[in-house]
């Protein structure tokens, strides 16, 4: 185990390297408020040759690896077991380039859905993926979970925001293409198999996201209605009209 982390060490260097007794100040995320990590050893790399090379480690071991982000998902597919190894994307968190001309942004994995909307604000553009956890919620955990949120009716799901992916397999092979076109219909679409896959086929460390021009004109409607399914009548009826409003939300 020793010569094990030493390894991981040597990659990430002693502050990427989290051991189990230093994670009992950690939250197992927004589900367990009241829980500690489980995990044997944490992992924080901070870019896509350290991610490649702490899973070939880690593959070449037979360590189980599980893979984190904000740790705002509902249904505990990040939760790590205590002989488990956490890759957690903390430390990469970079916007590299915001691309007027082909409306895109590059970012690391480990960047917020929040920084993203407020980066493409600053540019003039508008990026639509909005969810309540936009302050802790990673574009890495939106991608692998495919995220909807409250503006799916409209603008569609997380795959329809991203133009390329990287991202890297178990063994440490890095896959996919960081592309700025929206017709790229040379070979495989490897993006669209990671998208969704919640970790279970590699991890994202590197998205490349299309952007839209921001709305001119925004407006809030709040309706009350007696019954849920009222709610449900009213929200087809809209849909049927062909109106697509930008969110649609309902509060019980």
Do not use: W
Request: aromatic fraction near 4%.
């Amino acid at each position: 185990m020793a010569d094990f982390i030493e390894r991981l060490r040597g990659v990430v260097g002693d502050k990427g390297v989290v051991l189990y007794e230093d994670l009992k100040d950690r939250t197992a995320g927004y589900r367990h408020p009241d829980e500690t990590l489980q995990a044997k050893i944490l992992v924080r790399p901070a870019n896509t040759d350290e991610v490649s090379k702490v899973l070939k480690i880690c593959n070449d071991a037979g360590q189980a690896v599980v893979s984190q982000g904000g740790l705002t998902g509902l249904v505990d597919g990040n939760i790590a077991g205590s002989d488990e190894l956490i890759l957690s994307l903390e430390r990469m968190r970079e916007i590299e380039e915001i691309d007027p001309a082909s409306a895109s942004m590059t970012v690391q994995a480990g960047v917020t859905l929040q920084t993203v909307q407020e980066a493409a604000e600053d540019a003039g553009f508008f990026f639509p993926l909005d969810l309540g956890g936009r302050g802790s919620a990673t574009l890495g955990g939106n991608i692998s979970t495919n995220a909807g949120g409250n503006r799916v009716v409209r603008y569609g799901m997380a795959r329809d925001m991203v133009l390329g992916l990287e991202a890297i397999q178990a063994d440490g092979t890095v896959l996919g293409s960081l592309g700025k076109i929206v017709k790229d219909n040379a070979g495989y679409n490897l993006k669209h198999m990671f998208i969704g896959s919640e970790g279970t086929l590699g991890i994202a460390t590197a998205i490349t996201l299309r952007l839209l021009r921001a709305p001119q004109h925004v407006t809030v409607l709040l309706a009350d209605f007696p019954t849920m399914e009222s709610a449900g009548g009213a929200v087809r009826q809209v849909t049927a009209a062909g109106v697509l409003p930008a969110g649609m939300e309902i509060m019980d």
